[in-house]
């Protein structure tokens, strides 16, 4: 069924405090995800590295699902072609998968200020991997995660292969992977998957709390830091240590870096501004 409403009450965006809130927003299908909603949760991502006032990201849904994956009755137009020609050519599944899914991980991989999922339910696919590129993951009791590609006798995309292990070691993640079963939010937690579980009437309390806490915050030394440990997944020792020197030299060149050491002398908290 398709959903005439603005773009822009599908996925809902807020600021509020230095936070902006991603919020998907079609509860009746369990927020299966669009072509048009993956790209605006793209471009919002983006808008937040960009924009110095936003601080944190919280990425989240309504209703009783997170993101059951993608939506696969949504689709875009196909581009006109010659007589004859087939309707899927080799390296359109490629490119779809890479314009589409993975670009969205990429996005949360590469925001420059900390993104928070707070997966209030069912988060599937996609879904399930765009919560788990985030920084931060907390969960409602009631959520679950389902890597649900073998179910429909395909391979994970977006980034699935790449994320997972990096979290849960390849043993746990083939499981997850090969089954295709249901992962409740506390398995979730126990597996390292999810960094905390909280009753679901106070997840929204929960993540505001973390993504305050990241608002005050010295903003460019949470980037860079963000930035370091991604990196360090895929470094030698030798460029772990490189990265992190240069690193260290920029950051000791911002505001927050004085102000963090002025207040170390001072004896005093310190007050950081994102800068």
Same mark, same amino acid.
């Given at each position: 069924?398709?959903?005439?409403?603005?773009?822009?009450?599908?996925?809902?965006?807020?600021?509020?405090?230095?936070?902006?809130?991603?919020?998907?927003?079609?509860?009746?299908?369990?927020?299966?995800?669009?072509?048009?909603?993956?790209?605006?949760?793209?471009?919002?991502?983006?808008?937040?590295?960009?924009?110095?006032?936003?601080?944190?990201?919280?990425?989240?849904?309504?209703?009783?699902?997170?993101?059951?994956?993608?939506?696969?009755?949504?689709?875009?137009? &196909?581009?006109? =072609?010659?007589?004859?020609?087939?309707?899927?050519?080799?390296?359109?599944?490629?490119?779809?998968?890479?314009?589409?899914?993975?670009? %969205?991980?990429?996005?949360?991989?590469?925001?420059?200020?900390?993104?928070?999922?707070?997966?209030?339910?069912?988060?599937?696919?996609?879904?399930?991997? %765009?919560?788990?590129?985030?920084?931060?993951?907390?969960?409602?009791?009631?959520?679950?995660?389902?890597?649900?590609?073998? =179910?429909?006798?395909?391979?994970?995309?977006?980034?699935?292969?790449?994320?997972?292990?990096?979290?849960?070691?390849?043993?746990?993640?083939?499981?997850?992977?090969?089954?295709?079963?249901?992962?409740?939010? &506390?398995?979730?937690?126990?597996?390292?998957?999810?960094?905390?579980?909280?009753?679901?009437?106070?997840?929204?309390?929960?993540?505001?709390?973390?993504?305050? =806490?990241?608002?005050?915050?010295?903003? =460019?030394?949470?980037?860079?830091?963000?930035?370091?440990?991604?990196?360090?997944?895929?470094?030698?020792?030798?460029?772990?240590?490189?990265?992190? &020197?240069?690193?260290?030299? %920029?950051?000791?060149?911002?505001?927050?870096?004085?102000?963090?050491?002025?207040?170390?002398?001072?004896?005093?908290?310190?007050?950081?501004?994102?800068?």
């Amino acid at each position: 069924m398709a959903d005439d409403r603005p773009l822009d009450e599908q996925v809902q965006h807020r600021t509020d405090g230095g936070v902006a809130w991603i919020t998907l927003n079609r509860p009746e299908v369990g927020n299966a995800i669009t072509p048009d909603q993956r790209d605006r949760v793209i471009d919002l991502l983006a808008a937040a590295s960009s924009d110095i006032a936003v601080r944190a990201v919280v990425v989240t849904a309504t209703g009783k699902a997170f993101c059951t994956g993608a939506d696969l009755r949504a689709s875009r137009p &196909a581009a006109a =072609r010659p007589e004859g020609a087939p309707d899927r050519a080799v390296g359109d599944i490629s490119r779809t998968i890479r314009d589409g899914a993975q670009r %969205l991980v990429a996005a949360v991989l590469d925001c420059e200020v900390p993104v928070i999922a707070a997966v209030n339910g069912t988060a599937a696919g996609i879904g399930a991997h %765009l919560a788990l590129a985030c920084d931060l993951v907390v969960a409602a009791d009631t959520a679950s995660f389902i890597e649900v590609f073998v =179910r429909r006798g395909i391979v994970p995309d977006g980034g699935g292969a790449y994320l997972l292990p990096r979290l849960i070691g390849p043993h746990r993640t083939k499981e997850l992977m090969f089954f295709g079963d249901k992962v409740p939010a &506390a398995d979730a937690e126990r597996l390292g998957l999810v960094n905390r579980v909280v009753p679901a009437d106070e997840l929204e309390a929960a993540a505001a709390e973390w993504a305050a =806490r990241l608002a005050a915050g010295p903003t =460019r030394a949470l980037a860079l830091t963000k930035w370091l440990v991604n990196r360090s997944l895929e470094s030698d020792r030798a460029g772990a240590f490189a990265d992190e &020197a240069v690193a260290q030299e %920029l950051t000791m060149h911002t505001a927050d870096a004085q102000e963090g050491i002025a207040a170390f002398v001072e004896r005093r908290d310190p007050t950081y501004q994102g800068w």
